[in-house]
């Protein structure tokens, strides 16, 4: 019934009533709004309300009275859990809903929406749920009279910037541990895409968090997003998007109170296939690696190295592999691709491939639009890529595999750490002992081996180099909303040390 036009017509009627930050007596600045657009069509889905610097004053503010006097930070740690619980749950009983505004808002599969991406929210905030009454402080030793305790303290107030291409997950990964902390948060979604947090925001209010724990603003980057990076009231900022802005963020936080930042940042994967693979699996997991949500993924396997005893024979099941790919509109059954984000991010994809053809490299199949109304483009396969190409080089953010070739394991791993980036890798092999001694030597946050984009609440995710700074997930992320606090007391005649 999502599907039909007035029941969509429903939902974002309810998204479009909500406020600038849901849990606070304020509301937008009056009169400023902007669109959100179906990339199936490229037209309107709703008008919503543009937040800037003057409403993340008010959010900020809010964030601090909740977080300076308000019964959150003051709660038992076992009832922030029961909240977080309860959210999930209504996650989950809301999960067509909130599917279908991550679909139609953002154009991926429905099928990866409600099949995935919801479940994977709610399981995050159910683990981070579990965390909240297990964070604590230690007393240890000194070499002399004292008591010391370590206390764990939550930060105060964070700054949080979500990326487009998986709003939702996002959402979770990073408000999950800092409500779970005790933190109060202030939550930019990106403009492309601000249905899905707006829509699940309400879901925790109504699971009983207190008012202005949680401020979410709709808005741009230059406005908004500077504004809430500079702010001397925010005690933190976790962002996850593109190098660049990644950069601007730090230089922000610096020049105002020398926040912390926590940074996830973009990729060019390696995706690294041995001698002694087994082809066709390894040419379903490298199609997958890449094509996930348009190819519009921080860790996609950009770069496909192939041996070049294989080389032939998996360019060519690539390509067919390629060519099966479904492609159409989001909402039906089947559908294994769906259009691109914006008309930018279309035009950007098609210059690359054209950026391609003109350096060399050999276009095995796509490198088209598809139709002529919405922003999809055709699985699109490059051989014979040269680490020097450009689209070896730069992230496409696309539905774009470049498949180079490699003659020796260490010369792999040296083509595959030269690239600014650090954020992930794909090995396939046979050998356990290629797969140990690769995965060391590659100089990334996660190495997936025989697999790829296994994602798990309790496993840390975050690059080296311009990949960004921190990790998101597992018992990692708990410490980027954490203070730690030594308090030291004399002991009078103690009967131990």
């Known amino acids: 019934a999502l599907l039909e036009s007035h029941e969509r017509h429903r939902v974002t009627t309810k998204i479009c009533c909500l406020p600038v930050a849901h849990q606070n007596v304020h509301r937008f600045s009056p009169g400023r709004t902007f669109p959100t657009v179906d990339p199936r069509t490229g037209e309107v889905i709703a008008r919503v309300a543009e937040g800037d610097a003057e409403d993340i004053d008010r959010a900020v503010a809010a964030a601090r009275r909740a977080f300076d006097e308000g019964p959150w930070p003051r709660m038992t740690a076992y009832e922030r859990c029961r909240v977080l619980l309860r959210f999930a749950d209504l996650m989950e009983r809301h999960n067509d809903e909130i599917a279908a505004l991550e679909s139609w808002d953002g154009g991926k599969p429905l099928e990866q929406s409600a099949g995935g991406e919801v479940p994977m929210a709610a399981r995050c905030m159910r683990y981070y749920a579990g965390w909240a009454d297990k964070i604590h402080g230690m007393v240890v030793p000194a070499d002399g009279p004292h008591h010391v305790q370590v206390l764990r303290e939550p930060i105060g107030v964070a700054g949080q910037i979500i990326p487009w291409n998986f709003p939702l997950l996002m959402f979770a990964w990073k408000v999950g541990p800092a409500l779970a902390c005790g933190n109060a948060v202030v939550l930019k979604t990106a403009e492309q895409t601000p249905l899905s947090a707006l829509y699940v925001a309400s879901l925790l209010h109504e699971a009983g968090l207190p ?18 990076c500079s702010h001397m009231g925010v005690d933190k900022l976790a962002f996850t998007g593109s190098t660049g802005t990644g950069k601007i963020i730090l230089e922000l936080a610096a020049r105002s109170n020398l926040k912390p930042v926590t940074l996830e940042l973009g990729g060019k994967s390696p995706f690294i296939v041995m001698d002694d693979a087994d082809v066709d699996q390894a040419v379903e997991l490298a199609h997958r690696a890449l ?16 041996h070049e005893s294989v080389y032939d024979e998996f360019v060519e099941k690539s390509k067919a592999r390629a060519q099966r790919r479904v492609v159409g509109d989001p909402f039906k059954k089947g559908v294994e691709q769906g259009p691109q984000i914006d008309g930018q991010q279309f035009k950007k994809i098609l210059g690359y491939v054209k950026s391609g053809v003109d350096s060399g490299a050999t276009l095995v199949t796509g490198g088209e639009r598809v139709g002529s109304r919405g922003f999809y483009i055709q699985p699109t396969v490059f051989a014979d890529v040269e680490d020097e190409m450009k689209i070896a080089q730069e992230e496409i953010f696309g539905p774009i595999q470049s498949i180079l070739k490699f003659r020796e394991v260490g010369e792999v791993v040296r083509r595959a750490n030269a690239t600014q980036y650090g954020l992930a890798a794909g090995v396939f092999t046979r050998s356990l002992d290629t797969a140990n001694a690769v995965a060391r030597a590659l100089r990334v946050g996660t190495v997936w081996v025989n697999c790829y984009d296994v994602f798990d609440a309790a496993i840390p995710f975050g690059g080296y180099k311009m990949s960004g700074v921190g990790r998101e997930k597992g018992a990692y992320s708990l410490g980027n909303y954490l203070q730690t606090k030594a308090v030291v007391a004399p002991l009078r005649d103690p009967a131990w040390l």
Request: glycine share 18%.
């Open 291 to 306: 094509f996930f949500n348009q190819g519009q993924c921080c860790c996609a396997g950009s770069r496909t190295f192939v």
């Open 211 to 228: 008012d202005g724990v949680l401020n979410v603003v709709p808005g741009f980057g230059p406005t908004a997003g500077a504004a809430l």
